[in-house]
């Protein structure tokens, strides 16, 4: 989205003049919820087979979880000494993860029954408010993990191009837990307990905590506030804003699986892939999606998604979202021969593979992967194992 026009726009904008516009727009009107400024917890490991993108097979490797969440590292041979499960011969690696990160990653779920314990975990940048001229807060910096930073705002600069120079604002990052029971603490007292527990999450089941999610709002080129849910462009975002990994969290209707009323300000981040497979295969919760990915699994069939935008396949001027009929399905990988099948006639597929590993009771949860990814990510889920996103074709 980002082009020498915009670049050249951006390094005309004084930072003196983007601080002018925050305060004297953005932060004139009262933010739909405060956001404390603290660190952030954020581990994903993430990993390429070899330099020539081809591993070769082995009987086990390990990839030690890092706290750098871009760190990468080659699977190399190694003994399975914690998981009694003996490893099967075939054309794949194996590379071994920490069971205990089950519960860390960019894919956890985190709600009224999946609590988070890494609140206090820290790896967030600090972006000053009016430093980007297209987004904007309502606070004095944004505090987020630095891929959902880069990602938000290059989103911003793809709404502010679509509405014509709009800009979005960000009302709420992450949370510490204090900060979490002072907000119920002020609805409840204000708007009465009931309230309190429709919008405001208990502390420590909150997905503020975690850094990846963001409510967001709306100021209009004219300096006018507009909530996200009723801008002209809100159903265009909630759609474009998986090509960029993010999801709506809570819709209408879904309260009675979220257990949170419907925000259609708060966006959860998952990476581009995910967001694109949540999405569709049409379901409207992150409780649904962790439920349903957890069908797909190495030796049963991984669930394959193009990384084509979903832009692309949306009516000019609309909403409509007309995805092809090949979008998503079923890969099933062949261990013998190191080939893959499909659901649909695609012979050529570029995209991700998704799919499940349950967290072994062993120190250490072995994971296979396929010959021929390119790079490859894994998360916890917070609900019992791990979720493997590897980059195809």
């Not at 990476?271 to 049409?282: P, Q």
């Not at 062949?334 to 120190?363: H, K």
Request: include cysteine.
């Amino acid at each position: 989205m980002k082009n020498d026009n915009i670049n050249k726009k951006l390094r005309a904008v004084p930072l003196l003049l983007a601080l002018l516009l925050v305060f004297s727009a953005c932060s004139a009107v009262p933010a739909d919820n405060p956001d404390p400024v603290i660190d952030v917890p954020y581990v994903t490991v993430t990993a390429t087979p070899d330099a020539a993108g081809e591993p070769e097979p082995t009987s086990g490797a390990t990839v030690s979880p890092s706290t750098d969440p871009q760190a990468t590292a080659s699977p190399e041979p190694t003994e399975d000494q914690d998981d009694p499960t003996p490893t099967p011969a075939g054309r794949y690696t194996t590379v071994t993860v920490n069971s205990q990160t089950e519960s860390e990653g960019q894919l956890v779920l985190v709600n009224y029954n999946h609590y988070y314990e890494h609140v206090s975990s820290a790896d967030v940048i600090v972006r000053p408010a009016g430093a980007e001229y297209f987004l904007l807060t309502d606070r004095y910096d944004i505090r987020l993990t630095e891929e959902v930073y880069n990602q938000l705002f290059t989103l911003s600069i793809a709404f502010s191009t679509y509405t014509g120079g709009d800009k979005l604002c960000v009302t709420s990052g992450y949370r510490s837990l204090e900060d979490q029971q002072r907000i119920y603490d002020e609805y409840a007292e204000e708007y009465g307990t009931e309230y309190a527990n429709l919008y405001v999450a208990r502390p420590g089941t909150s997905e503020h905590h975690t850094g990846l999610a963001v409510d967001l709002s709306t100021m209009t080129a004219d300096g006018t506030r507009i909530a996200l849910g009723s801008h002209r462009a809100g159903e265009w975002f909630n759609i474009v804003c998986t090509d960029y990994g993010f999801v709506l969290r809570y819709p209408e209707g879904t309260y009675s699986t979220t257990h949170v009323a419907a925000e259609p300000w708060h966006f959860r981040y998952i990476g581009t892939a995910n967001a694109h497979a949540m999405t569709a295969m049409g379901l409207l919760t992150y409780e649904a999606y962790i439920a349903s990915i957890q069908d797909y699994s190495f030796d049963g069939g991984m669930l394959f998604v193009k990384n084509t935008p979903f832009s692309t396949y949306l009516t000019p001027g609309t909403a409509e979202l007309n995805l092809p009929s090949d979008y998503i399905g079923t890969a099933h990988y062949d261990q013998e021969t190191g080939t893959f099948t499909f659901d649909f006639d695609n012979p050529n597929p570029r995209g991700s593979l998704i799919w499940y590993v349950p967290a072994s009771d062993a120190a250490n949860t072995n994971i296979r992967l396929p010959l021929g990814i390119s790079s490859y990510t894994v998360s916890g889920t917070n609900d019992g194992g791990f979720i493997v996103t590897a980059e195809i074709g």
